[in-house]
């Protein structure tokens, strides 16, 4: 069984790791062939996942990076379609949301490659959001849909996307947080090297092309921020940065920026913050996986089922609920209790990989 894995950005080398730790233990052998599209590229947002979290070093890096979408999806496309042909792989398994996402199923997909989609059926409704656009065409691309939850298997179902093709498994970023949470427990030093108490202080992120291509936007939400009265903490994607300096945004006092950190740092810092301000997919459930609150600096979320549940609060781009949001000090005690199994048992990487290893014998 060959299996050809296309990663790109931060999110996707962590879900990645998971998979790719199962393939490993499977019984069956299976040889991964991964392919780095290079969307993202600074050491700390590409290598520092594969060193810390056991990803085997790419079998091709394609560089490509820095793009418009449309660059970058065109010039993933024609690299990832240059491996195909060359490998013959049985899968192609892409991960979320990317362009690299989008990129690995169109080429896949042309050269009747069968294509297994991981956090497939997610909507926000919000057709703005590129994110939106790569999941519903890498959705109607895909021969096997791995689903988090059921939401995502209605909203594929309201598409007329065949139950035939989709899997209900589990999140797979729960798994992540299970195993590499008792790893971060071990080996980060994050609190002590900022100095940092206990739930005495907010984690903040900020990514989304929503938030920080709208001067507007960043704006309100650096105003929202500045309410906290406690520290704040924010590792800064390298866009945000830009944008900051670009619009010449005036980062509150209490905001202390930081390069962005290690996942094991970064789980280390959501364990133990008081509450977690951000507009990222992820740090959205690893807020609850780690059973933090969280408030969610967007309009609307794929992951619903946190706001049903009162683990996430969404208070978008205004200052006035984010200020009021933000003093979040006494949250302790006053949380909804943590509901189980929301995203699944924690096993979804193995589940994948039977998955995919059941259709490659029933193929023969
Ligand atoms: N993350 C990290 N270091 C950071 C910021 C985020 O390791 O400085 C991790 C975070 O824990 C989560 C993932 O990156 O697992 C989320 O990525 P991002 O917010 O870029 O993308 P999204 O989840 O919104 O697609």
Redesign the pocket.
Not at 260 to 263: A, F, L, S
Not at 280 to 283: I, R, Y
């Given at each position: 069984m060959k299996i050809c894995t296309v990663i790109g950005?931060?999110?996707q080398f962590?879900k990645a790791a998971v998979v790719s730790r199962a393939f490993r233990e499977h019984a069956t052998p299976v040889q991964e062939v991964i392919v780095h599209t290079g969307q993202h590229f600074d050491a700390n947002m590409s290598q520092v996942f594969f060193e810390e979290l056991g990803i085997p070093h790419p079998n091709y890096n394609l560089g490509i990076g820095g793009g418009t979408h449309g660059q970058n999806t065109g010039r993933m496309i024609e690299g990832i379609e240059q491996v195909l042909l060359q490998e013959k792989p049985d899968w192609l398994l892409v991960y979320?949301d990317t362009d690299s996402t989008l990129a690995g199923a169109l080429a896949a997909v042309k050269l009747h490659i069968s294509v297994a989609h991981v956090e497939a059926g997610l909507r926000s409704f919000n057709r703005k959001m590129p994110e939106e656009i790569n999941r519903i065409l890498t959705d109607h691309a895909a021969d096997r849909l791995f689903t988090p939850t059921k939401t995502a298997v209605n909203n594929l179902s309201n598409e007329g996307i065949s139950v035939s093709k989709v899997q209900n498994i589990g999140d797979v970023?729960y798994d992540a947080a299970l195993y590499y949470g008792r790893m971060a427990e071990q080996c980060s030093q994050i609190l002590a090297m900022l100095d940092l108490t206990k739930k005495k202080y907010v984690l903040a992120?900020l990514?989304r092309q929503e938030n920080v291509d709208d001067p507007e936007r960043l704006d309100n939400i650096m105003q929202g921020l500045a309410a906290s009265h406690l520290p704040i903490v924010m590792?800064l994607?390298p866009r945000t940065r830009n944008r900051l300096q670009e619009f010449a945004i005036t980062v509150p006092a209490s905001v202390k920026i930081l390069d962005?950190?290690?996942?094991l740092d970064?789980?280390m810092l959501?364990k133990n913050a008081v509450l977690i301000a951000t507009d990222?997919?992820?740090?959205q459930k690893?807020a609850y996986f780690h059973k933090t609150p969280c408030i969610t600096l967007r309009d609307e979320t794929e992951w619903l089922e946190l706001v049903e549940i009162g683990w996430n609060t969404l208070v978008g781009a205004d200052v006035q609920r984010i200020q009021k949001a933000i003093n979040f000090d006494n949250a302790i005690g006053n949380q909804p209790d943590w509901v189980e199994n929301v995203y699944g048992d924690g096993k979804a990487g193995e589940k994948i990989t039977s998955s995919l290893i059941e259709e490659g014998k029933q193929a023969i």
């Open positions: 950005a931060r999110p962590i979320g970023m992120t990514h590792p994607h962005p950190v290690g996942y970064m789980v959501e990222s997919g992820g740090v690893e």
